[in-house]
Structures are given as C-alpha cells and as structure tokens.
C-alpha cells in the first residue's frame, strides 16, 4: 500500500513530496523498500522530498535533518551524503 501511495503521489511528476513517518507502521525490511525507493525518485527526478519522523534511524538517511521543537526550528544537522557511496539504508 506504501508503494502505491508513492506512485499516487509522484504520477504528475510534482517537485516536492511531503511524506509524513512513511516507514511508521512497516517491518525493517519494508521501511528499507519504501526509502530505497524514496531515496531513488530523489536522485533520479530531482523531486525534494520531506520526510516527517519521529524515527532517529530514519532521519540519519537524509541529507539534512531539521529538528522542530513546538513548532518552532531548533536545529538543523547535516546527513549522509549519499552522492559519495552506494546509497542502502539499512533499518534495523
């Protein structure tokens, strides 16, 4: 059902994709699936994507991490930089 949800929402080739805890309710190996397939519409469309999570293993795939405290920005971290190597998230 992920899957589809990401087809629905990259069908009209948007430039930006808001995804809020796409990995929330998955098993390790279908949250690995969906940000692969996240991670490769990315790289491959130029879409931004915005993911939403509360999950720290999550957030360190990104290239940036912006940490939002009641509403408001409390920091922002820089990620992996996925360009320098293979790109496979691993959940665990």
Same mark, same amino acid.
């Given at each position: 059902m992920?899957?589809?949800a990401? !087809?629905?929402?990259?069908?009209?080739?948007?430039s930006l994709v808001l995804a809020d805890e796409p990995t929330g309710n998955l098993d390790s190996s279908s949250g690995a699936s969906?940000?692969?397939?996240?991670?490769?519409?990315?790289?491959?469309?130029?879409?931004?994507?915005?993911? !939403?999570t509360h999950s720290l293993e999550v !957030?360190?795939?990104?290239d940036r991490v912006i940490h939002?405290?009641?509403g408001s920005v409390e920091k922002i @971290?820089?990620?992996?930089d996925r360009f320098s190597e293979p790109y496979v998230? @691993?959940?665990r």
């Open positions: 992920q899957r589809v990401i !087809a629905r929402a990259v069908v009209h080739s948007p969906i940000l692969r397939l996240l991670s490769d519409l990315n790289r491959k469309t130029g879409i931004t994507m915005i993911l !939403a !957030a360190s795939l990104s939002v405290r009641d @971290e820089p990620g992996i998230p @691993e959940i």
